[in-house]
Structure formats: C-alpha cells, structure tokens
C-alpha cells in the first residue's frame, strides 16, 4: 500500500468548524483528486487537479476548497459551508497528461462532524 | 455530465458460480471504463479495465465486455472465491482530465 497517503484516518470536528483533510503522495504524479464516498453512492468527485497550481471543481464542490501549491501534496477543506460533510473522503492520484491512466487511492479519511 | 448506473446493487453468489455486474453510461464520449474492487475497510484498487477501441478483455477469471452502441459495459468473475466478496465499482472517463465518474457500487457475496 504506499505511495499515497491520507491522515488522520478519523477526524471529529464540531459543527461550524473548517477542517482540513490532508493527501500526500511520492509517486511523482501529476495529477490529484478528491472523492467523497457515501454508503449506496459510489464515489463521487470533489475536486481535481491536472498539474500544480491548477485545479478544477468536480461534480460537488459546494463548501469545499482545496490547494495545489506542491506536486506531493493536495490538501482539502471541509468549510462549514458544506451542509452534510460527514462522509468518508477518498484521495487519489494518476500520472496525469493525455488519455487515462489507473487512479491510485489512499486509505481515507472517515470525518465525523456533529 | 456523465452519468452512470450500476446493476443489482447487492449480488449473493455461491462459490464456484459466476458473477455478473453491468452498467451503463450516458456520455457516448467516454471512451475509458475501468472497474475497482473495494475490500471492507480498504481502499478502492484497479482490477480491469476496456477503452472504446476494444469489445472485450480478460484477466484470468474477471473479463469486461463493453458495448459502445448500447452504450453499456459488464464485469464477469468467474469460478468465484471467497476473496472476490467486494464492493465493486464502474467508471466512465473521457480521454480529456481523466475525470472518472463512478457508479453506485455493488456489493458481491461470494457463499463458501
């Protein structure tokens, strides 16, 4: 398993509180992801990013806010503005560039917000 | 955007039969379809996956077929084990982004 990494494995936030997610990868990939992932949905997509310093907005972005300053690392935060955010959070990487490639995930996080 | 749509949503199998899960995708530009297994408490993994070029691809006992006029793609398991209880999940991604949209997931029960 290596290669991506997510921490903390279980997150407990108050509601009305940001929280940030953290995703670090060293498998020198260009492109990240972030999926939320609840039971009977399948995974859905937050946000991605291609290349550092760019990212895209997925099929769920309202009240999530992510950064790509480095090519390892893509943190997420949950902002408060995220109505339902307790869910368990997939990141993801791939080499990036033309076509499709495998996404590689990381383990999740699983955030608790009450 | 893309939408997909897997079927049933819970498949009871008993060991040694095959396993049948199929999906269907909206988008007729999609032209890559990978399928991840997810065991209880780990991460989603890659297992196969078919781009539009191609009808058919096998991988010991897991094969995917897909059928780009219907506009709808299966995984077969055959001879199944124990090990193949998972959730299973469908995806569809056009060449651009690599941006995957995934199904809604069916958990497979393989009975020993």
């Known amino acids: 398993d290596g290669g991506i990494t997510q921490s903390p494995k279980y997150l407990f936030r108050k509601e009305g509180q940001n929280v940030t997610l953290s995703c670090e990868q060293n498998l020198n990939h260009d492109a990240m992801y972030w999926y939320r992932q609840d039971p009977g949905q399948g995974l859905r997509l937050i946000y991605y990013?291609?290349?550092?310093?760019?990212?895209q907005k997925g099929d769920i972005a309202e009240g999530y806010s992510v950064s790509r300053e480095k090519k390892e690392s893509f943190p997420l935060t949950v902002t408060s503005a995220q109505k339902n955010p307790t869910a368990f959070y997939l990141c993801a990487s791939s080499i990036g560039g033309a076509g499709n490639h495998e996404q590689y995930f990381g383990p999740g996080t699983r955030l608790t917000v009450t | 955007g893309e939408n997909v749509e897997q079927h049933p949503s819970t498949l009871s199998v008993q060991e040694g039969d095959s396993a049948v899960i199929k999906c269907t995708y909206s988008d007729s530009a999609s032209n890559y379809f990978p399928w991840y297994k997810q065991e209880l408490g780990k991460r989603p993994q890659l297992i196969i996956d078919i781009r539009s070029n191609v009808g058919e691809k096998k991988d010991q006992r897991i094969a995917v077929t897909l059928n780009k006029t219907a506009k709808h793609f299966s995984l077969h398991i055959t001879e199944t084990q124990p090990e193949d209880s998972a959730v299973y999940f469908c995806a569809a991604s056009m060449a651009a982004g690599n941006k995957l949209t995934f199904g809604g997931g069916t958990r497979v029960l393989v009975k020993p």
């Open positions: 990013s291609q290349i550092v310093n760019d990212f």
